[in-house]
């Protein structure tokens, strides 16, 4: 990090609370202070690059620099720089997007919603599934089951959504009526003797379980991310969603599809549920949805939970729910850009050939470094595991601080990547070149020899 003698490192120490930040540990080292982006790279203020191998926060899908979107945002500003969607208000760019959003999801039928961040989208989505069934007779179909090691965001109830103990343990939470099953993580989820359909079965029946157990007549919705970003890059195994669909349905649940990251080509598709075969009945999208230029978020719903709004408030009441800057005007032009730029680019097919280009690159060197196991994931989401041992997947001690120190040393050779424990995850930029890939895995291969050298 930046010394600490810098009065900007110091005046943040003194007066800025940071995310996800170990604050003690923050007081010693101090900020990274980011100046500039170009590209899929960010600059500090020494005028060090580095290649920002998790495209911020898994969200400038566009990179840093996208002439395009910040034309959009100015545009946008001269005409109108804000204005609401409260009280059957709305202004052009929040109707064309609202319609480009149900198009491109194939949400026949249904409706765009918009919020400010990921974590208001599935917060949204647990309200409108309260409201769904309240209309239909069941208003004791309250609960809402996620998974371990889930990431729905930082709110009350999408925190309690999460299935991370870091989320919760400061705070009490998960508040109750928020449940847990597994998660479909073969690598270290599957037993000895069970095979991919075996396993996809035994999580089944444990969702079942859960769900008889705790009485069908409570549980509203089940909340996933396609493909998990935050909690391991994990793909599930072949035919899980088609068997955990089945579930929900024999139960009249509800399938929230938490897309914030896997959302507008991330995968390789143009969205998860594409990819793994999930049929939800609303979707949360952000990030992507506008790069990150500006924050905005929607929920996508399908006509029968719109049909239960407009139900529940056929005397005359009104939706119950909004946020001041949903459908923000600029918002909502540097989202229609991106969407524009996504198309131009055919996004999926450039981030599946790219994607299989650096994958190939980190199975290399996997296949030769003692200390990787796994390498998995999909399009530009890809997940490494650390081991200590190939064979057998027994992790380092934790006190080696495998994830973390691989972080420091990537950071040092010029490289941004993201630990989650001893799982390294990569969510580059999706304008991701060739050369940039292969520079990316130059980086990460020396970054990986260097771990090897500290941990032995
Ligand atoms: N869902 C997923 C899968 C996420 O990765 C995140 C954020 O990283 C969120 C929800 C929360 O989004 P936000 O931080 O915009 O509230």
């Keep these: 990090m930046t010394t ?16 996800q930040t170990n604050p003690r540990r923050f007081e010693e080292q101090g900020p990274l202070i980011v100046t ?3 590209g899929v790279r960010v600059y500090d203020n020494t005028g060090k690059a580095y290649i920002e191998g998790m495209a911020g926060l898994w969200c400038a899908t566009l990179g840093f620099s996208n002439e395009r979107l910040i034309a959009a945002a100015k545009a946008q500003y001269d005409e109108l720089p804000y204005y609401h969607t409260f009280f059957q208000r709305t202004g052009e760019g929040a109707t064309n997007l609202s319609e480009k959003l149900v198009e491109l999801t194939g949400m026949k039928g249904g409706k765009s919603y918009f919020t400010t961040s990921g974590s208001e989208a599935n917060e949204t989505m647990v309200k409108l599934s309260w409201i769904y069934h309240t209309v239909h007779g069941k208003p004791g179909k309250r609960k809402i089951i996620a998974r371990d090691r889930a990431f729905h965001g930082s709110t009350i109830a999408a925190a309690s959504m999460c299935g991370l103990d870091f989320m919760h343990r400061e705070f009490g939470l998960p508040l109750p009526g928020f449940l847990h099953t597994s998660a479909p993580y073969s690598y270290r989820g599957m037993q000895e003797g069970e095979n991919e359909a075996t396993y996809v079965e035994r999580l089944a029946r444990e969702l079942e379980d859960l769900i008889v157990r705790e009485g069908p007549e409570t549980i509203a919705a089940f909340i996933a991310e396609p493909v998990y970003a935050g909690g391991g890059i994990i793909v599930p195994p072949a035919g899980y969603f088609q068997r955990i669909q089945e579930v929900l349905n024999k139960y009249d649940i509800l399938c929230l599809d938490d897309e914030i990251v896997c959302g507008f080509g991330r995968t390789g598709k143009w969205f998860g549920k594409d990819l793994v075969g999930m049929q939800p009945d609303m979707m949360a999208l952000a990030k992507g949805l506008s790069s990150s230029y500006f924050p905005i978020a929607a929920v996508v719903l399908a006509p029968k939970i719109y049909d239960a709004v407009a139900e529940f408030n056929k005397q005359g009441g009104a939706f119950g729910h909004g946020f001041t800057n949903s459908g923000h005007p600029v918002g909502v032009a540097v989202a229609l850009e991106a969407i524009k730029i996504y198309e131009e680019m055919n996004i999926p097919e450039k981030v599946q050939k790219i994607g299989t280009r650096l994958r190939n690159r980190f199975e290399e060197t996997a296949a030769r470094s003692p200390i990787l196991g796994e390498v998995r994931g999909a399009g530009l989401m890809l997940g490494i595991e650390i081991v200590k041992d190939k064979q057998t997947k027994e992790p380092f001690d934790v006190e080696k601080q495998a994830g973390a120190t691989f972080d420091r ?7 941004i ?10 969510a580059p930029p999706l304008i991701l070149s060739e050369g940039e890939a292969d520079e990316l895995a130059d980086l990460f291969d020396k970054s990986i020899a260097e771990l090897e050298k500290t941990l032995y």
């Design 36 to 38: 500039r982006g170009e």
């Design 417 to 426: 990547a993201r630990c989650m424990g001893d799982i390294l995850g990569f």
């Design 409 to 415: 040393i990537a950071y040092r050779n010029g490289l």
């Design 4 to 19: 600490i003698s810098n009065s900007i490192a110091q005046r943040d120490i003194q007066f800025q609370l940071h995310s």
